[in-house]
């Protein structure tokens, strides 16, 4: 999860007047870089062309998606590692916010471009990446809204960064837009879904324009969770909310419910998660404009 940037002793400085670090600590930056990495994989895999891979038989996209969502896991051990050993630092901040840019930023983004390109006309079609080049309107506009979930990923970054004071817990009640892994999961989890329906469930006999239709609705979510990003949306930390201290018991039984979709369903559960999560934002907003107008 994003690391805001907290106080420190006064660093050491050379005689040229250059701040120099006074240690980092080790098992955060680790799982910091491990983020890093799944980001960097992620793109590799998603990179190659879009078919069945050596790994498992499964799809390069879905690879790609499950790259993103590891990610997501290190980015939340780096917090909590940070904390527990007291290792949280201005540092680690910035690292993290250059690890979420390529895992929640550019490997999304990238990803919805691949399949957008794979599926629009069919993969008899397939020509390339869509980009600027593109021959027809449609494929300049996707591209557009991956540069512009690009933009928003790294704006939400710097201002998080900005404005969040300290890693104590009463400044992570919440979050002021959507958190950019919040974001990245939601169009990650989506792709998987996708390839899960496509390659797997209708494999044998997909219904008529299922793949290309499905496809077109990804760049549609990845234009609305950009502009959730650079919102003032209040949307809470799941985990300073609801999994730390103590909780009522029905809170537990909660918790437990994805889980056990999860168990049958993964992909569609975990696509069902950060989707609600995604929306909950604006709903909470709505509601409370409608109580105190």
């Known amino acids: 999860m994003e690391q805001p940037p907290t106080l420190r002793a006064p660093e050491r400085r050379h005689h040229h007047g250059i701040r120099r670090l006074p240690g980092i600590a080790v098992v955060p930056t680790l799982l910091t870089l491990g983020n890093l990495i799944c980001g960097f994989a992620a793109i590799h895999y998603a990179s190659k062309p879009v078919g069945a891979s050596t790994f498992l038989g499964w799809s390069t996209l879905t690879i790609a998606g499950a790259l993103v969502l590891a990610g997501m ?27 979420d840019m390529v895992t929640f930023g550019v490997a999304p983004a990238f990803m919805m471009l691949r399949l ?43 201002r998080f960064n900005a404005e969040t004071p300290s890693v104590e817990e009463h400044d992570h009640r919440y979050f002021r837009g959507l958190p950019s892994p919040g974001a990245g999961g939601a169009v990650a989890s989506l792709t998987l879904l996708h390839q899960h329906l496509t390659v ?12 290309r239709t499905s496809a077109l609705l990804l760049p549609l979510v990845t234009l609305l969770v950009s502009a959730a990003m650079i919102s003032r949306v209040r ?5 300073n909310r609801y999994l730390r201290g103590r909780q009522p018991f029905a809170a537990v039984a909660w918790a437990l419910l994805p889980l056990a ?33």
């Not at 869509?130 to 928003?152: Q, R």
């Not at 949307?235 to 985990?239: C, I, K």
């Not at 979709?261 to 909470?284: D, E, K, R, T």
Request: net charge negative; glycine share 10%; with cysteine.
């Open 73 to 99: 896991l290190f980015d939340s051990l780096d917090g909590f590692a940070a904390r527990l050993t007291r290792g949280a630092s201005e540092f680690g901040a910035q690292l993290d916010s250059m690890a």
């Open 235 to 239: 949307y809470w930390h799941l985990v």
């Open 200 to 211: 797997v469930r209708f494999h044998e006999a997909p219904p008529d324009g299922f793949e």
């Open 116 to 158: 957008v390109s794979y599926y629009y006309g069919g993969p008899e079609h397939y020509t390339g990446i869509l980009g600027p080049d593109a021959d027809n309107a449609y494929g300049k506009i996707i591209w557009g809204v991956a540069a512009f979930y690009i933009c928003c990923t790294a704006l939400r970054l710097a």
């Open 261 to 293: 979709f999860a168990i049958w369903w993964f992909q569609v559960a975990i696509a069902v998660c950060f989707s609600l999560y995604a929306i909950s934002g604006p709903v909470a907003w709505l509601g409370r404009r409608h109580h105190h107008p």
